[in-house]
């Protein structure tokens, strides 16, 4: 009896190895560091957010003043009475950035799928960089502290920030097919991760001198990434005169045998469209898909709002957690920003191994299920974590492999999988406009996220860890018809692997 396409056993690993060239290890690094880039600058400001709200407060407020900076000059600094109040301004500068993140992320898209992705991505690094240097760098030079100029400036850095996932996700998605794309994404979703451990290394390694260092140093370092990818990045094969994805599996499936290249696509079956690989048409330039055509395609909607409850959780963690360490443990500021680092490694590890577990099931939605499950309860474990370094560290990791690693996988494997199904065939340019949808919804979730989190924890910690717990069941609920229909996908495929036996 012949086994349906989508039930033969994936290719294997070392196929997937012969199939890469120097040019697919060169697009996987530039691509992943230019992302993690992106994400240390972020990471910048949540590492230094105590000693932002200290330069903020008032000398009473603050008895380290006489130590850094004469009496006078102190007190023309300061923005707020207390540093509840400067605190509450921090939330609402993660919230307007993300905002316009999100924002921005819905153009972004547009953008890439039209014009060339290496120029999007490097315009927004270099010019990125230069608003993280202007927000706390400079005004810190010239010691100008005005509220609407930050938001102003924040404002800006989102919008251009956004240019950054759609582009790389696109690129990926150009070189790396539906073959091992789980494991491959999962590991190279790695770089937001990366960017976190980046950007927490050189904050606490320079924030003896200043905060304003911080912004210096990785300012510098994003605007140097960015003049590398702009004269390095390959956003397609045929620039370097290799086949596109859609004529080497139309190949593969033609010949069949034990050559055909691993990153294509294996064949799929009618009922189980969603993840197949669309064909590109070398005669014609192809058109890029609408926007609301985009947000028509199967599950790019219901992954959309679960993400907005996900992403919330995950960019929680990753603006607050250096800040809940040093407030609820009292733990001094370098030592939580670098023992936060354990929080990314996680997700690191379980985006990695989610993404292999899928590519083996050849299914993401019942991993993805499985995994906010058990986050569930890290949450509530880790809620109450004792005052222990290395108790803290065990149980954040285990937090970010149930937390991050879905969310790296949703960001990036899935993205790719929804915008390169079969009802986008002949248009060829979706993919940075899915990515835009599913992200810039999430990150609409994740900002205001940011703001009832600042609101919350004012009531404390406890009832933050409660709000995420219900953020994370609601993930759940929203792609529990995914989830039904590929473990439906499942059983029927096993059944027909027990007949053809």
Known sequence: MAVPGALRRQPSNRGLMSHCTHHHIVVFLLTFFSYSLLHASRKTFSNVKVSI?????????????PELQPYELWNSSHLFQNAEEATLFLGTLDTIFLFSYAVGLFVSGIVGDRLNLRWVLSFGMCSSALVVFSFGTLTEWLHFYNKWFYCCLWVVNGLLQSTGWPCVVAVMGNWFGKAGRGFVFGLWSACASVGNILGAF??????KYGYEYAFLVTASVQFAGGVIVFFGLLTSPKEVGLPELGADEDEANVEEDANRPLMGSDDVDDDDQNYSIQATDNDNQ????????????????????AYACLKLVNYSFFFWLPFYLSSNFGWKETEADQLSIWYDVGG???????????????????????????????LFGYSRSPNSKP??????????????????????????????????KGS??????????????????????????????????MWVFYFFILMTSSTILFISPLIVREIRLLLHERRLRMLAE
């Open 202 to 207: 050189l904050a606490s390694c320079v924030l």
């Open 348 to 378: 690191i590890v379980g985006g990695t191994i989610q993404g292999l577990i899928s590519d083996v099931l050849q299914k993401r939605a019942p991993v993805l299920a499985v995994s906010l499950l058990f986050a569930v309860g890290s």
């Open 53 to 65: 709200s200290s330069q903020w407060t008032p000398f009473p407020q603050n008895s380290t003043a």
């Open 428 to 461: 060829s340019e979706a993919l940075a406009t899915v990515t835009g949808i599913v992200d810039g919804t999430g990150s609409i979730g994740a900002a205001v996220g940011q703001y009832l989190v600042s609101l919350i924890q004012n009531l404390g910690w």
């Open 286 to 305: 192809p058109k890029a898909i609408g926007f609301f055509q985009a947000c028509c395609l199967p599950g790019v909607v219901l992954y959309s709002l």
């Open 391 to 424: 108790i803290n560290a065990v149980i954040m990791a285990i937090t970010g492999f149930f937390i991050g690693g879905p969310s790296n996988m949703i960001g990036s494997a899935i993205s790719a999988d929804l915008g390169r199904q079969d009802l986008v």
